[in-house]
């Protein structure tokens, strides 16, 4: 038997036919992500929930011209929010996890931003309760924001895109995975956060009920047979899920972005966010670690007078100098975005004998794989990590880099090259389940 796997993402969103006895993604199809409506502030990032909607039907009805499937499992973008009425119609765009509205003052004389006043109304256990999870595309910070500016409708129940999308295709009562109620738990009981909930006028809301990963929340009529589906997870979650992480392991994960995770049986707070894992577990992680992105802004740097560059060409090149370089006192810090590491990078110890492309790419490299091991060591001081899990497909595009990981953590290191590491996460998630695969 098999399922159809459906990613949410914020690119775009793709499902795949998934082979149960193989372990195969037989069939991935993909829509763009919607883009968003018309700003109506800076800052804002909307997104029609009918468009995401028939996005994901246009997805699943190409995949599901194959067969029926057994199931239909889910991942989404976590962050983010919309509101629905008691009908289940959506009254809200999707406020999109990227909206930076609570980053500006709160008044024209230049105050301090919604996010940084929301942060001071908190205690600290409050927010370590939450995860560490309050950033300005957090569900809490919008719908806060929402409330404080008096747009915030009355019975009105909050829910991520993934569950949106799950309501309508089967017409059922919205619930709603833990891994996705990022920033809105009190991670200590493992249910909602009522009393932050409450100050920050939230409480009046209706919550959805919250389900296990194995839990059928609702039904999808393909082609008139009623196919089970389970609820939405968050697609951080099922990524690792993809790639079999131990708990024994610490995870790299390092592409685009890039992040620092391990497993933990219970709440075990630290330097870190805290988020839901499945089985009733926990995830210790760092995310938003500068990596491909600010790789990509000094490869854009160094062919901007070349016209008509060969990107692959060129990268390779790239490759063939790092590994012919080696510490030079260059000093390469990435974190040209908003990272866990800073807002602000830095080029610095030049000289004329070090500044070439090698020793620029070995010094970004070498500035990642201390972060990495920083971060770790925030995760898990002791340091109980039995070997790495490191995905992304970086690391196997770069031995300079897997070196410097290497010498750096001096254990063993799993490498998983899967392309789609999400949807293999909603396949491995129906095998441990085992109910119609």
Known sequence: MDLIGLDIGSSSIKGGRLNCRTGAIERVEREAFPGPLPAGSAGFFEVSPDAILAAAERVLARISSDGQPAQLRICSQMGGVLLVDGSGQAVTPYLSWRDQRALFPQDDTGGQSFLDDLRQRLGDDEFEELGKELKPGSALTLLAWLKQTGQLPRAVQPLTIGDFVISQLCGCEPRLHRTHALGLLNLRNGDWHESVLDRCGLGGLKWPRLAGEHEVIGEWDCSGRAIPVYPAIGDQQAALKGIRLRSEELSLNISTGSQVSRITPEFQPGACQTRCWFGGQYLNTVTHIPAGRSLTVLFELLTELGGG?????????????????????????????????????????????????????????????????????????????????????????????????????????????????????????????????
């Not at 770790?376 to 690391?395: F, H, R």
């Open 309 to 437: 560059v060969d990107e692959s060409a060129a990268w390779r090149r790239i490759a063939q100098s790092v590994d012919q370089s080696a510490a030079t006192g260059l000093q390469c810090d990435l974190s040209f975005f908003a990272a866990a590491t800073g807002d602000s990078g830095t080029i610095s110890g030049i000289s004329t004998e070090n500044l070439t492309v090698g020793n620029l790419f070995y010094s970004a490299f070498t500035f990642m794989a201390d972060s990495y091991h920083r971060f770790a060591i925030q995760l898990d001081p002791a340091q109980k990590w039995d070997q790495l899990a490191v995905s992304g497909g970086l690391v196997q595009r770069f031995e300079t880099l897997r070196r410097l990981l290497l010498s750096r953590f001096g254990c063993g290191m799993r490498e998983v090259a899967a392309e789609e590491e999400t949807l293999s996460g909603l396949l491995n998630l129906a095998e441990e389940c085992g109910d119609g695969v």
